[in-house]
């Protein structure tokens, strides 16, 4: 509570001792945005989070959870039920000092985001304008009309609100495809595991983490496991994922540029990658080798988006084919996997 009332541009308009105290205040004094946590007396976090839902989709939620197996667990739960984001706390509650940079480093510059002013249309570019600018100097193809390749691979970025766009995704496919997808969402160790668990427990599509060395196949998705860059490679006629812990790259590892990047220059124009919600610009410089290996890129849109960095950085830099609602991108893939 302390640290929050440092920050001027943050105020404190109240705080409750359970969940069930939680919903009555939130239709009381309509907050900006609230935090759970898992462990409340009443009502635990996730049930006041299922309820706050009924009431309000858009209400941005940050989950406080601890960084364990069962905390991992109740993450996950949480952001495929709707939670915008989460933030682990340490497991050492003594340490007192590693509480406080949890907060200043995780939870005020995930408020700030998710509290941001929807942008008069047209967006304003939103990601880091020089960048933009880099990329766009950097594209020597350009999107045009609809895809005349065979798609062989979809590759998909995702940060901030993507397990449960990735929930929407593989609940609304009724037959696997008939490509490999490869996923990289920004998430720490443990957590891709239980989300990719979640994945294939709700569709017909099994995911999986991404083994070093493994072999990719038709029909299967596979996640980057948390903490650890997924890379693709040839060898022969197999498609092979390798892992490694090279330095972060915007900040991530895995990154979205990562997986890009090799995937371009296996796959060319037979790619098709897919960036949903997310903060920041990671996949920004991966797309611009994906379209000019004459690749196709989709992005999610800004109104089904929890953020819009990710998407919104390609949309900005004219790299996306389409720009599409969550709802319409589980057809619009099967569409062009299936396009001969």
Known sequence: MTTLLRHADIEVVGTAEDGLEAIEMIGRIKPDLITLDVEMPKMDGL?????????????????????????????????????????????????MAEALRVLEDELIPKIRELCKPTPVKPSKIISPKEIIAEVKQQIFAKPSGLPSSRIEALCIGVSTG?????????????????????????????????????????????????????????????????????ELRKSGAKVVM????????????PAVDVLFRSAAKIYGSHLLALVLTGMGYDGLKGAVDIVNANGSVLVQDEKTSVIWGMPGAIANANLAEKIL?????????????QKK
């Not at 309820?51 to 959870?65: A, N, Q, T, V, W």
């Not at 989460?86 to 340490?95: E, F, R």
């Not at 029909?219 to 948390?226: F, H, L, N, T």
């Not at 609602?325 to 996997?337: A, K, M, V, Y």
């Open 325 to 337: 609602p969550l709802g319409d991108i589980p057809n619009e893939i099967i569409f062009r996997t």
């Open 162 to 230: 993507g397990p449960a766009a990735l929930m929407e995704l593989f609940e609304a496919w009724k037959s696997p495809l008939s490509v490999p997808i490869f996923i990289v969402q920004h998430m720490p160790p443990k957590f891709t595991e239980l989300l990719a668990s979640r994945l294939t427990s709700v569709g017909v599509i099994p995911v999986e983490e991404a083994q070093h060395g493994q072999e990719a196949f038709p029909g299967k998705a596979y996640i980057a496991p948390g903490g650890r860059h997924l």
């Open 47 to 95: 049930t006041a989070l299922k309820e706050i839902r009924k009431l309000d989709r858009d209400l941005p939620i940050i989950m406080f959870s601890s960084l364990t197996q069962r905390g991992g667990e109740a993450t996950i739960t949480a952001l495929t039920n709707g939670a915008s984001d989460y933030v682990g706390k340490p497991s050492d509650k003594t340490n």
């Open 242 to 253: 390798m892992l490694n812990e090279d330095p972060p790259e915007n900040s991530c590892r």
